[in-house]
């Protein structure tokens, strides 16, 4: 029987003959992620259960991310648990302040996730680690509990929706405008509990960075998972790593629920206007819109060759009276090398501040949340009514390049304007 890529890996991981989509399985997973808003339940849980160990504890991960640095007393409370419950366990990779960054950075970054693993986490962006051909989704912290407990889960079989893209990709064009792209074409319910399968030409030729951020976003078209297929780049990303990668591919006889093939040759920077990630327009076409804050970071651009193309533009400029630029690198790693680049200097010579990893702004929990009426354009995954701050606040989202414009001008803005 022929499967695509994410049928194989959960076939293997169940342990059955034979899977098909709509059936449901017990999988076995490598890798159970909880962040400092997520774990707190799922620990709970985990000790109402009346289990004293871990199933595995090198295969739990936790890291607080979302309000670290603590921000108050009840987020410092939260991620008081997540340190106590890996003390208690002998969790090894719990990520502390210091050697924290944010999660779905991280674990790739680390080595913690793999080609061909099972991951679930209490994380709706888990579905990032697609990009080396691994099968990542979100649950609840709820059944992330019971797979601390023996290292299982019941999935759903996902269909298999692919996504072709041909062409060759304009400058100030990449895995984010992509995505946007997709989504806009498709709809936030475009691929509800699917899979989306990234391939053709213009994917081979992207990044590692560029294709976590178009798997990271794979969950704002509804899917469960986004997946692209190993190939010498991924190799040479895991090259090094302990753990030792399993490469799976679709069958050329696969089957898939639909097919879509684009032509992204003319396509420009693309931004996702308020309030869904679907509202996307072309950057040139988004007239006179002011912004009151640029913030480039998060888990879908926070990595280097991101902080790369902002700072470029940035360089020797100044950013808009009235405007607050936030830069957050994903990671300490991601930080160091800004900093040795030279890359942090440019951002605040420009006038920006330049964070230690953190959520915050991302999901309105500090350090960037709006007020009412103000205006955002973000280099983050969602921009739903008061994802950020105010309800009464709008939030743009783009890529790198379009955020440092728009800041240098004080509204969104084609990069080539600049």
Not at 221 to 233: C, M, S, V, Y
Not at 332 to 354: C, P, S, T
Request: glycine fraction near 10%; include cysteine.
């Amino acid at each position: 029987m022929a499967y695509t890529i994410a049928e194989k890996i959960l076939l293997k991981h169940s342990g059955q003959k034979s899977i098909k989509p709509g059936e449901f399985i017990e999988a076995k997973v490598d890798v159970a992620l909880a962040n400092d808003i997520t774990a707190p339940l799922a620990i709970s849980e985990f000790k109402k259960s009346g289990f004293r160990k871990v199933f595995n504890k090198n295969k739990i991960v936790l890291v607080p991310d979302h309000f670290a640095p603590a921000k108050d007393l009840k987020s410092a409370n939260q991620c008081k648990i997540l340190a106590d419950f890996a003390r208690e366990q002998g969790i090894k990779n719990y990520f502390e302040i210091g050697c924290m960054g944010i999660e779905h950075a991280l674990l790739p970054e680390k080595g913690i996730v793999m080609p061909g693993d099972l991951i679930v986490g209490a994380d709706s962006h888990t579905c990032t680690y697609g990009a080396l051909g691994a099968y990542a989704t979100g649950m609840g912290s709820t059944d992330l509990a019971r797979a601390y407990i023996d290292g299982k889960c019941w999935l759903k079989v996902p269909a298999s929706i692919k996504f072709v893209y041909k062409g060759k990709l304009n400058k100030w064009v990449g895995g984010k405008d992509l995505i946007l792209y997709t989504i806009g074409q498709i709809g936030v319910d475009g691929a509800l509990y699917k899979v989306m399968e990234f391939c053709g030409p213009v994917i081979r030729k992207l990044g590692m960075d560029d294709r976590f951020s178009m798997c990271n976003m794979a969950i704002e078209a509804g899917a469960r998972a986004g997946l692209i297929e190993p190939d010498e780049k991924t190799k040479q990303y895991v090259a090094g790593f302990k753990r030792k990668p399993k490469f799976y591919y679709s069958d050329a006889d696969a089957h898939y629920e639909k097919t879509y093939e684009w032509d992204v040759t003319n396509l420009e920077p693309q931004v996702a206007c308020p309030h869904l990630p679907s509202n996307v327009k072309p950057a040139s076409s988004l007239k006179d819109i002011k912004i009151d804050q640029s913030v480039i970071g998060s888990c879908t651009n926070g990595r280097i060759s991101d902080l790369r193309i902002a700072a470029a533009l940035l360089k020797g400029k100044k950013v808009a009276r009235g405007v607050k630029l936030i830069v957050f690198p994903a990671t300490q790693k991601i930080y160091l090398q800004a900093v040795k680049e030279g890359l942090a200097e440019v951002f605040v010579r420009a006038g920006g501040v330049f964070s230690t990893p953190t959520c915050g702004p991302c999901l309105g929990g500090h350090m960037g949340i709006l007020a009412d009426g103000e205006v955002a354009i973000a280099t983050t995954n969602r921009n739903f009514l008061g994802r950020m701050g105010s309800p009464k606040s709008f939030v743009y989202l783009s890529n790198p390049a379009v955020a440092a414009a728009s800041a240098i001008t004080g509204k969104i803005t084609h990069p080539a304007r600049i």
